[in-house]
């Protein structure tokens, strides 16, 4: 089996399989002429995984350096409807760039277990080197719970992969539906991130093998995005791999 392997910067690779693509052609859709349903309806498990899958191959594209970065988590001390929640992180948004300047971000919403209440995660990402953001300030600017604010980001790529990984909190017990409404935006970014230049080539099966060898002798990090078909069985469709610099260097570098 051939396997396409994409290197992006000079630290992250992503490797898939090598499936020439079919095109489908016009769908055409029929509801069988039923009335499409009104009011709030939970967005599907398989629509939840897609969508994390999605984010998470967009954003390893994206040029972030773990230094420009703040992170910093919103909770609620009370229940709020989906809705609400993004009015009043919009309204804590814009006067979070009034404060400390335009600036980008990467942000997830997730349910809290227990309380099944959301809370949102902001990865805010700067032009340069952040400026000082007083805990004090962005409990008085949010209002509605507890915040969290980690200073020093050191692993960026490390925050991305967690909100952009399956979470089985927000999963109903029934497991085909989640606790967000369907369509919702549980993770989204701003448009002004730069992306890295990219480089694809192809690898056969003996080689994605002794990357992986290479990345479990030496404790990389890896993370494997797929679907599943017929009851529950798991197909492979992209490995992603970081901190891979070292490797790409002495292995992937022309020259």
């Not at 927000?170 to 970014?189: A, H, M, N």
Request: aromatic share 14%; with cysteine.
């Amino acid at each position: 089996m051939k396997y396409k392997l994409k290197v992006i910067g000079n630290n992250r690779v992503i490797i898939s399989r090598n499936v020439p693509f079919i095109p489908y052609g016009k769908r055409k859709w029929n509801n069988g002429g039923r009335k499409k349903k009104i009011g709030f309806e939970y967005m599907p498990t398989k629509d939840y995984i897609k969508t994390l899958n999605r984010k998470g191959l967009e954003y390893t594209h994206l040029k972030i350096s773990s230094n420009a970065c703040k992170f910093i988590t919103l909770t609620l001390s009370r229940d709020m409807d989906w809705s609400e929640l993004l009015k009043v992180y919009n309204q804590f948004l814009y006067r979070f760039k009034k404060e400390f300047g335009n600036v980008e971000y990467i942000r997830g919403i997730e349910v809290q277990e227990d309380t099944l209440r959301y809370h949102i995660h902001v990865i805010f990402i700067f032009p340069s080197t952040p400026p000082s953001i007083p805990l004090e300030w962005l409990s008085d600017n949010w209002g509605y719970g507890i915040v969290h604010l980690e200073n020093n980001v050191y692993d960026v790529w490390g925050l991305i992969e967690y909100l952009t990984k399956f979470k089985q909190g927000s999963v109903q017990e029934d497991k085909t539906l989640t606790y967000f409404p369907k369509g919702g935006k549980i993770i989204s970014s701003s448009y002004g991130i730069p992306r890295e230049e990219s480089k694809v080539t192809e690898i056969d099966t003996e080689q994605f093998r002794s990357i992986q060898s290479y990345c479990k002798k030496s404790n990389k990090p890896i993370t494997h995005r797929g679907h599943f078909y017929n009851e529950g069985k798991f197909c492979l469709d992209k490995t992603y791999i970081r901190d891979m610099g070292e490797f790409i260097e002495n292995n992937l570098r022309e020259g």
